[in-house]
């Protein structure tokens, strides 16, 4: 069974950073591509940021603009999102979501049940 | 980029059918294959229902079906069920790499 855990998702001030990660377990990770897709309160769904398999490339969304950075621990099963100089619209639960293809498919078939950034002074 | 234009609510009687339409442009919907729709029932998760315009993974009912004409995609559900209460969500690859959502679309089974 395909699972993804995120963690690491906490109220944080304007400014401030933090580490995302997401567990998977349940699939070959490595073979993968995988993504980041963001839910502010009582809004749309906004893709983030997605890596291809081997984490060669990187894909970003325009508002993230170099805040953000994508990457992954194949030997570990892990992916991560850094982020940076957080503002208060960066508030939103971020979903680790699994990529049908190797790279940018962009086919989200498995999704974690996300991590809440709330961003706050 | 904006993102692509949905209804922002549908609804129909349980058996009737639906179409929710989803509009972006010849950089996204109408320069690709790549269209997907995503089921999110409240505090959950969302769920893929259809990609690459037409297909459905394994396991959503045969219900669902999705096509593409120009710049728009449509998400039709048939023989609507309660449980089928939800919002909606397409998506796009886009010529700058990068992926589109739309803005979703509530369903409400009368």
């Known amino acids: 069974e395909v699972q993804l855990l995120e963690s690491g998702g906490d109220l944080v001030q304007p400014g401030g950073s933090l580490r995302l990660s997401c567990a998977a377990s349940g699939f070959a990770f490595s073979i993968y591509g995988m993504g980041w897709v963001r839910q502010a309160p009582g809004k749309g769904l906004e893709w983030v940021s997605s890596?291809?398999?081997?984490?060669?490339?990187?894909y970003y969304a325009d508002f993230v603009k170099g805040r953000f950075t994508i990457s992954r621990d194949n030997s570990k099963n892990t992916l991560f999102l850094q982020v940076n100089s957080l503002r208060a619209e960066d508030t939103a639960v971020y979903y680790c979501?699994?990529?049908?293809?190797?790279?940018?498919?962009?086919?989200?078939?498995?999704w974690g049940q996300g991590t809440l950034v709330t961003v706050s002074s | 980029q904006s993102a692509l234009t949905q209804p922002a609510s549908v609804s129909g009687s349980p058996g009737q059918s639906i179409t929710i339409s989803c509009t972006g442009t010849s950089s996204d919907i109408g320069r690709y294959h790549y269209v997907s729709w995503y089921q999110q029932h409240p505090g959950k998760a969302p769920k893929l229902m259809i990609f690459?315009?037409?297909d459905r993974p394994s396991g959503v009912s045969n219900r669902f079906s999705g096509s593409k004409s120009g710049n728009t995609a449509s998400l039709t559900i048939s023989g609507l069920q309660a449980e089928d209460e939800a919002d909606y969500y397409c998506s796009s690859y886009t010529t700058s790499t990068t992926v589109l959502f739309g803005g979703g679309t509530k369903l409400t089974v009368l």
């Open positions: 890596i291809t398999n081997s984490g060669a490339d990187t």
């Open positions: 979501a699994k990529d049908k293809s190797r790279s940018l498919g962009p086919i989200f078939d498995y």
């Open positions: 690459d315009v037409s």
